[in-house]
């Protein structure tokens, strides 16, 4: 093979300690290059060294052949780039073959948002369920409120502890991608429900493995970013008309009412943790094709 097991493993810890990749994109980066060393062996190739630019270029046109997306074959593309860059400072090769590989543009999908008032009937539905202060329910609502109030990632929602919320100020301290601290505000809707969460329900879940965690599962466990999903599934799904979503979805939304309501985008950058205010403008298209499509069927000379 070409890429052997301990590179595999020197390049993962490269991810994890400099770059401050999270586990998931290290499984990513890892699951392309083991089949691109595949591809390499089916065709003979056996050294790193001997990898060309045809090498790289020829997997990623049997992907595309085989009907991968854009995105798919842009990231196996940077897993290349990456992996490479890497080897060429670790001295595994002499040469970076993928300096002058490129990767195909990808088609800007504008993600599906919740119309304000299907937001607001989503969360009015999560404090209805939670009327009879069952601690789950109670979860539930005060888990929505947060998504939707302040546009955090899944996963940031879920590794928040007790601590990293003060409702004194009405801020969240959130842990975002490359382990990047920011502080985030939310309103008083979402802080009466997590108030009401970490008062009288949060108490009853406890167990010996809570640990600081401030949202858990009916177990006493910390609540992972594959129950939440199930959670704005299943809420959701009480919202006649409402598009499916997951709390991804919620990021979106929350980010496009923000710039609908009239939001500088830095702001909203800062908000979201976005790396680059260009991730932040695609709400603005967003916004743009909402106001179009309204336009289009009110305006009688549309």
Do not use: C
Request: proline share 4%; net charge positive; glycine share 8%.
């Amino acid at each position: 093979m070409a890429i052997t097991e301990a590179m595999l493993e020197d390049f993962t810890a490269h991810l994890r300690a400099v770059k401050g990749r999270s586990d998931h994109t290290v499984r990513a980066y890892l699951g392309d290059l083991r089949a691109f060393d595949a591809h390499l062996a089916d065709h003979g190739v056996t050294a790193l060294e001997e990898v060309t630019l045809r090498d790289l270029r020829d997997w990623l046109g049997v992907l595309a052949a085989g009907g991968a997306a854009r995105t798919t074959i842009a990231r196996r593309s940077a897993t290349l780039r990456t992996f490479f860059r890497w080897a060429l400072r670790t001295d595994l090769v002499r040469h970076d073959p993928s300096l002058r590989l490129a990767a195909p543009k990808k088609h800007r999908v504008l993600p599906a948002v919740l119309a304000r008032g299907d937001a607001s009937a989503l969360l009015d539905v999560a404090a209805v369920a939670s009327d009879d202060d069952e601690p789950v329910a109670v979860r539930d609502a005060a888990v929505l409120e947060l998504l939707y109030a302040t546009g955090i990632r899944v996963g940031e929602l879920t590794g928040l502890d007790v601590d990293d919320v003060d409702l004194a100020s009405n801020v969240v301290r959130v842990i975002g991608k490359g382990d990047k601290e920011r502080t985030v505000p939310f309103g008083a809707p979402a802080a009466k429900a997590i108030e009401r969460w970490l008062t009288g329900a949060r108490p009853r879940l406890v167990g010996a493995l809570s640990g600081p965690a401030l949202f858990l599962g009916r177990r006493g466990r910390r609540l992972d970013p594959r129950q939440v999903r199930t959670i704005v599934h299943g809420l959701l799904g009480e919202v006649a008309g409402a598009p499916d979503m997951g709390p991804h979805g919620l990021r979106h939304s929350a980010a496009t009412h923000l710039v609908e309501g009239g939001a500088d985008l830095r702001m909203v950058q800062e908000l979201l943790g976005h790396s680059s205010l260009a991730t932040t403008q695609l709400y603005t298209h967003v916004s743009v094709e909402r106001l179009k499509s309204s336009y289009a069927q009110a305006h009688p000379r549309a």
